[in-house]
């Protein structure tokens, strides 16, 4: 099991950039897939990137694709993303999640979740 814990939420101006890091406990991180999600006020919660438990294969959603970077830290058990050119869309709150090894996109696959942190873009 891993319990991920997310940080590095804030307020921006539209261009600016995030880092968002989750740190997950446990010995077993290596093993996960891991997945950033996104919730807005009103809307489901969407993919946003996804890497495998190696770092090798990252899978972005079509509107963050080239302004946003995930990478993962093994010996730290922690996985990061790097947003840049934000937008006020991009505002929501964002959310870590374990899966499987090979870092999927869909939701449903995820078991293991943080609590968020929020993300604004002020236009």
């Known amino acids: 099991q891993v319990q991920p814990v997310e940080s590095g939420g804030g307020l921006v101006q539209a261009g600016g950039s995030l880092r968002l890091s989750c740190s997950a406990s446990?010995?077993?991180?290596?093993?996960?897939?891991m997945g950033w999600f996104r919730q807005a006020p009103g809307k489901e919660r969407e993919f946003v990137a996804s890497?495998?438990?190696?770092?090798?294969?990252?899978n972005y959603r079509d509107p963050v694709k080239g302004r946003f970077t995930i990478s993962r830290d093994n010996a730290k058990n922690t996985v990061y993303l790097q947003m840049n050119s934000l937008k006020p869309e991009d505002t929501a709150v964002y959310y870590c999640a374990a899966g499987a090894g090979f870092g999927p996109t869909s939701r449903d696959t995820y078991h293991y979740w943080g609590q968020g942190t929020q993300v604004t873009v002020s236009s």
């Open positions: 890497i495998n438990w190696s770092g090798d294969t990252t």
């Open positions: 446990g010995r077993t991180f290596s093993n996960y897939g």
